[in-house]
């Protein structure tokens, strides 16, 4: 009962590939849950702070909308870098299973006590990063409701200008640059899982419904 490669050399490396894996899938794991609960934790004191009898001088109640807005951001920021995350874990997972299942070959075999890596995120990552989501939204409706109707929709405005113009600036820097309509569905990005269509298509309507939120209000305020 021995290994399938006789080589020891290409063993010695095999193994110290499977370490760096094995390193690697733990590294995402401790970021997927020190991440978020952080997130929790910090934004949930600064909201109880901020939500107490006059926490803060009255000079600071303009901003108290806004603080709640930036957490809502920053929780969606948490939540789309979560599933960055666990798209990560998910290949060092499948890469370690499948380098243990080449090394090990006959002993997982013939041992049905030894079982190799598993990877399950809808036990305990996926209500986590839903958890963060809805605590989010809930910022945000939070912030916008403090807000008056017409300052809202302008916050709202600059936000879709501002993260669509972001996101063409990441679109020509990661995307490639496609030819056709077939292609710009097919290719996708270096870092981002994403066709190249759905990212550029994303962008440019967040741009496009920010400007026309503007538009609409310069001509209601004349």
């Known amino acids: 009962m021995g290994l399938t490669m006789p080589n020891p050399n290409r063993n010695k490396t ?5 370490s760096e894996l094995n390193n690697r899938s733990r590294w995402y794991s401790s970021q997927i849950w ?6 929790l934790g910090i934004t949930g004191v600064l909201a109880t702070l901020t939500l107490k009898d006059k926490p803060l001088p009255d000079s600071m109640d303009f901003f108290i909308p806004y603080f709640f ?3 809502g951001i920053i929780g969606l920021l948490v939540f789309v870098h979560m599933i960055g995350l666990m798209n990560g874990e998910k290949r060092a ?7 243990e299942n080449h090394i090990f070959q006959n002993v997982l075999q013939n041992t049905p006590s030894l079982q190799p890596a598993e990877y399950r995120p809808f036990l305990y990552v996926w209500p986590l990063a839903f ?7 809930c910022y945000l409706f939070i912030g916008f409701s403090l807000l008056a ?9 600059y936000l879709c200008i501002i993260l669509g113009s972001v996101g063409m ?15 710009a569905k097919s290719c996708k990005g270096k870092k981002i899982n ?3 269509f759905s990212w550029w298509l994303g962008s440019w309507l967040l741009i496009i419904f920010g400007t026309i939120v503007q538009l609409f209000h310069y001509l209601m305020a004349k």
């Open 34 to 39: 020190q991440i978020p609960f952080a997130y």
């Open 69 to 71: 807005i930036l957490f």
């Open 149 to 157: 109707i017409s300052k809202a929709l302008m916050v709202i405005s």
């Open 14 to 18: 095999l193994l110290s590939v499977l």
């Open 131 to 137: 958890i963060v989501l809805l605590t989010a939204l």
């Open 93 to 99: 997972v499948e890469n370690l299973q499948a380098l």
């Open 169 to 183: 600036v990441i679109y020509f820097v990661d995307f490639p640059f496609p030819t056709d309509i077939a292609s």
């Open 194 to 196: 994403i066709t190249c």
